[in-house]
């Protein structure tokens, strides 16, 4: 079956511009995860969606970071107004249940790169 | 809360040798761990995960780790490096017992094969 998908795979803009990020998750799993990655570190939690809610987004930065899932399948990550700092490679992951030991499955991620 | 220190930034072995790449944990609860290699470009996969049943975890592509609280250490082997495996390795912990599916990850261990 398929798995993860993410789209763009790369995606470049300057500083200030707004950008979406998609995630399609593996079907049926109702839950869904965004983690950004900058370079040589391991994947950070951003955002944890169970079903259609964002059930916490505690690791979402600041508030120019938003992500939405409405109807409880695919997800975008926006973010206003980027920065430099902003710049890393963007993962989504998705697992059958919101529990600590389901497997999450990783899609291929999106680099960003804010000029 | 939890996290995980993995112990060595980048091992370099010889084909054929044996790979050792240590971590170690800490965590309020009983642990979920995990291990998930990124190969260049690629996602992140999941090699093995412990979920306190048997301590002696057996993976993919010839991988194990062991699971030993006392030491609070999870470490990951193989008997005989592949020029395959070079590729990045993180070290993951989660929390089982409680409603904490967030995954926090080491900062990385980079594995170099020598032919």
């Known amino acids: 079956g398929a798995g993860v998908s993410q789209t763009p795979s790369n995606k470049v803009t300057e500083k200030g511009k707004y950008v979406e990020l998609r995630c399609d998750p593996i079907?049926?799993?109702?839950?869904l995860y965004w983690y950004r990655q900058s370079l040589g570190q391991g994947p950070e939690f951003l955002i944890y969606?169970?079903?259609?809610?964002?059930?916490?987004d505690s690791g979402l930065p600041n508030d120019r970071f938003f992500a939405v899932r409405p109807e409880g399948s695919v997800s975008t990550l926006k973010i206003q107004r980027t920065e430099r700092g902003d710049s890393a490679v963007y993962l989504c992951?998705?697992?059958?249940?919101?529990?600590?030991?389901?497997?999450?499955?990783f899609g291929p991620g999106t680099r960003l790169t804010v000029l | 809360a939890q996290s995980v220190t993995q112990l060595d930034s980048h091992v370099s072995v010889s084909e054929g040798t044996p790979v050792l790449l240590r971590c170690n944990y800490s965590?309020?609860?009983?642990?979920?761990l995990f291990w998930y290699v990124q190969h260049p470009n690629k996602g992140l996969q999941l090699l093995l995960k412990?979920?306190?049943?048997?301590?002696l975890v057996k993976g993919i592509n010839g991988f194990e780790a062991e699971f030993k609280k006392s030491e609070t250490s999870f470490h990951l082997t193989k008997p005989s490096a592949h020029m395959s495996d070079a590729a990045e390795y993180f070290c993951?912990?989660?929390?089982?017992?409680?409603?904490?599916?967030?995954?926090?990850f080491g900062a990385g261990t980079t594995v170099t094969v020598r032919a």
């Open positions: 992951a998705s697992s059958l249940s919101g529990r600590g030991y389901n497997e999450q499955f």
């Open positions: 079907s049926g799993h109702t839950a």
């Open positions: 969606f169970q079903g259609t809610g964002a059930a916490d």
């Open positions: 965590s309020s609860y009983s642990p979920s």
């Open positions: 412990y979920t306190s049943a048997a301590t």
């Open positions: 993951v912990v989660s929390d089982s017992d409680s409603n904490d599916y967030k995954l926090s």
